[in-house]
């Protein structure tokens, strides 16, 4: 650039400069006045309505209904219990059917096969006892709840629903501090935390954008999900007379559901009154008019977007975390395998947690992805009791086709009522995925701001778990 | 008009509303392009849809304000060229208070698009306008996607598209994304403003208070002497006078005077206002 041409520039921003002086603080109004009186009169020109009286408008029925002070959020729960009712008794078959295919027929199958080849027993144990099994484990635990699951999710936001939530539950946010839209991302952090921090570039202030990442956790994600329907219908589900279980199980998960919904609010409340404090900026929220869901496109975007991605990414950490269990499973150090020596280790803090040192190592193991953390506490409860019905040795997966069979498994492990209630609550509240952690650093480019979205929910998980486990022992409950 | 070197120019042939060959979605194979369009519009109102129609990719589209919050690229084919397909996220307005209308204006501005491809719901087509009123500050060179005709049909509205292209002086073709209605259409007049076969005219906002046009004059002469050609003179000159931080980075670094990418340049004389070619 000549020096000419730079003077020549310095010199047009001095001119703007000082006629910016004289036009005064009113002119960025006048000019987005004068464009939306443009807009306002070419529409007007281009659009007519033929019918005078405008028909019944089934659109504003609907939302005078599902957004209406009274109705709304009642609502709103009764849909997602619907929900996760129609995913909890539909997803028993299927898994069934999995894993008799899978683990029945194809496992001992495979043994043979291996045996016959002559592969030596190390290898075959961790191929097949360790990967395979912890493969087909996910598979049938996993795909037949997210199969029903996702589709109707994307039915409802297809349809529209989703932002009705957003405006049922902004002024709830607005009073924690938070942005409207943060309602928003929180509903996207039910498909994927890493998506809902994505999401949050929706959010203008870096004060809120930054609130909305450090609570986006606390959507049960679809690694989670499994778990809390799982988990429900063994020991909460089981406890209701059978006509009933479906409907208390899915009661149950729609309640840690709001429960995170709660813990959203409250983490945001407490940010915005320490760390972040600030103004709250306004915002509209535009109500998509409601469209027929397009089936084709939802099962596509449930089954191969949703289903197929969260299973393909359980699977890719299921495999080497399968590998790992086998090992930890079956290296002895002294007296004892690895596993038991850290199960024990770590026994004394889930005590005190109201969980237990499987739980804990489970956890340690699935950090990379919540989705196989029910797999990884299985595997570990028959080991540790050595359960000798069931699994063909250490670090075996074993076939639990039904769930009163999982729930022997857990019982024989020492899981009672507590230990259920408590892995539910741990699952809700701790640190994010690795997935989760690395986006939210990609976004807010702060490894401070990261190491608190992980600190932070683990603090509050262990605390809660803390809390619940002496409180149910006090009462004697437990 | 391209003429055809093979058979001699028959009338159907040079005729505009020729199919001219079908589409080729080529995903993400962008090797290299003859033009970029990029796709613009307020949120929900189907762009993605638009894309993953033209480029066959599956950019995830939802009923859901916001989708979009990453710049998405793919690419397509049509008679015989090739075109690189840019989804901004989707805005209100261009005025860059948040990153999303950040990503999008800079693109528009500096990316200098050879077509931006504006999307919008026809049943909101008064909102939508005002987005689409500051694109037409930043570049002519506009088709207007007028997006969820269904939805319009549903509502018992009727939207006079060739009003609407006379009056915003661009091409403007009624679609049904989702169910590819009116796509061919809507390619047809990407196309021709592309190849420079339809020139537009975009219609530009009215600023009536004497004060702002005493305002604008001296400031639009100097832009227009140190930039040559910038096509959006009057439209920096207002992002001057609202101190806009990134546009004064831009003047200072004399960033506008970089070369556009090669295209038909608009023609200097006033053309006659352009009506949908293709509707």
């Known amino acids: 650039m000549s020096s000419r041409g730079q003077s020549q520039r310095e010199e047009i921003l001095a001119c703007a400069q000082s006629l910016r002086w004289e036009l005064g603080a009113q002119f960025h109004e006048k000019l987005v006045e004068s464009i939306y009186a443009d807009a306002a009169r070419i529409a007007a020109r281009a659009v007519t309505r033929p019918g005078a009286t405008p028909r019944f408008d089934l659109d504003r029925a609907i939302d005078r209904l599902v957004t209406s002070r009274r109705w709304g959020i009642p609502l709103m729960v009764l849909l997602f219990a619907l929900v996760f009712w129609i995913t909890i008794v539909g997803a028993n078959y299927p898994s069934q059917f999995l894993a008799s295919l899978l683990v029945d027929r194809l496992y001992p199958w495979l043994r043979e096969g291996a045996a016959a080849l002559g592969l030596p027993a190390w290898l075959r144990g961790l191929g097949i006892d360790g990967v395979y099994l912890a493969t087909a484990w996910v598979v049938s635990v996993m795909l037949p709840p997210m199969a029903i699951f996702f589709p109707l999710f994307t039915f409802l936001e297809d349809f529209g629903y989703l932002p009705r939530v957003a405006f049922n539950l902004d002024n709830l946010f607005r009073r924690a501090g938070a942005h409207g839209k943060q309602a928003l991302t929180m509903m996207m952090g039910f498909g994927c935390n890493a998506a809902g921090v994505t999401a949050t570039r929706i959010i203008d202030s870096p004060r809120e954008r930054l609130i909305a990442m450090l609570t986006n956790n606390f959507s049960l994600c679809n690694g989670r999900w499994p778990t809390q329907i799982l988990i429900a219908s063994l020991f909460i589900g089981a406890l209701a007379p059978p006509y009933l279980a479906g409907l208390v199980s899915a009661a149950v998960v729609v309640g840690v559901a709001l429960l995170g919904v709660l813990l959203s609010l409250a983490a945001s409340w407490f940010l915005s009154r320490t760390a972040l404090r600030g103004e709250v900026s306004t915002f509209s929220l535009e109500l998509p008019p409601y469209r027929p869901p397009r089936l084709g496109q939802i099962i596509y975007t449930s089954l191969i977007d949703r289903t197929a991605f969260v299973l393909w990414r359980a699977l890719v950490f299921a495999a080497p975390a399968g590998a790992v269990i086998w090992l930890v499973a079956n290296v002895r150090v002294a007296d004892a395998s690895l596993a038991e020596h850290l199960i024990h280790f770590l026994d004394p803090l889930g005590f005190w947690l109201g969980l237990n040192g499987v739980i804990l190592l489970a956890y340690l193991i699935a950090i990379p992805a919540n989705e196989i953390v029910i797999p990884t506490v299985l595997m570990l409860t028959v080991l540790t009791t050595r359960l000798t019905g069931v699994g063909g040795g250490a670090g075996v997966m074993f076939e639990l086709d039904n769930p009163a069979d999982t729930l022997a498994v857990l019982r024989a492990g020492g899981w009672t009522l507590l230990t259920g209630v408590n892995l539910m609550l741990f699952s809700l509240i701790h640190n994010p995925c690795s997935t989760t952690l690395y986006t939210i650093y990609k976004e807010s480019g702060s490894w401070k701001w990261t190491g608190v979205a992980a600190a932070l929910p683990l603090a509050l998980g262990f605390a809660v778990c803390f809390v619940v486990a002496q409180a149910w022992r006090w009462l004697g409950a437990g | ?279």
């Open chain 2, 1 to 279: 008009m391209k003429p055809d070197p093979q058979s001699a120019p028959v009338a159907c042939e040079t005729c505009p509303s020729r199919p001219r060959g079908g589409l080729l979605r080529l995903g993400l194979r962008l090797s290299h392009w003859d033009y970029v369009v990029a796709l613009a519009g307020n949120p929900n109102t189907g762009k993605s849809t638009v894309f993953n129609q033209l480029t066959g990719l599956r950019q995830h589209t939802g009923n859901w304000p916001g989708k979009t919050v990453m710049r998405a690229e793919g690419g397509f084919q049509f008679a015989g060229k090739r075109f690189k397909l840019v989804d901004l996220p989707g805005t209100y307005s261009l005025l860059a208070t948040s990153p999303d209308e950040e990503v999008a204006r800079n693109f528009l501005l500096f990316g200098r698009p050879d077509v931006t491809l504006a999307v919008v719901d026809a049943t909101r087509l008064e909102r939508n306008l005002n987005l689409v009123l500051q694109i037409l500050e930043i570049t002519p060179r506009v088709v207007l996607c007028l997006n969820l005709m269904d939805q319009a049909q549903r509502l018992g509205l009727q939207v006079d598209d060739r009003r609407l292209a006379r009056d915003l002086g661009i091409p403007v073709v009624p679609v049904t994304a989702r169910y590819r209605e009116g796509l061919d259409a809507l390619l047809q007049a990407v196309y021709d403003v592309a190849t420079g076969a339809v020139v537009c005219r975009g219609y530009r906002v009215r600023h009536e208070d004497p004060e702002l046009t005493r305002a604008l004059e001296p400031l639009v002469a100097r832009l227009q002497r140190a930039f040559p050609g910038l096509p959006n003179a009057r439209w920096v000159a207002l992002r001057l006078l609202d101190g806009d931080e990134r546009i004064i980075e831009a003047v200072r670094t004399g960033e506008f005077s970089e070369p556009a990418p090669a295209r038909n340049e608009t023609p200097p004389t006033p053309a006659p206002p352009v009506t949908a070619t293709a509707t």
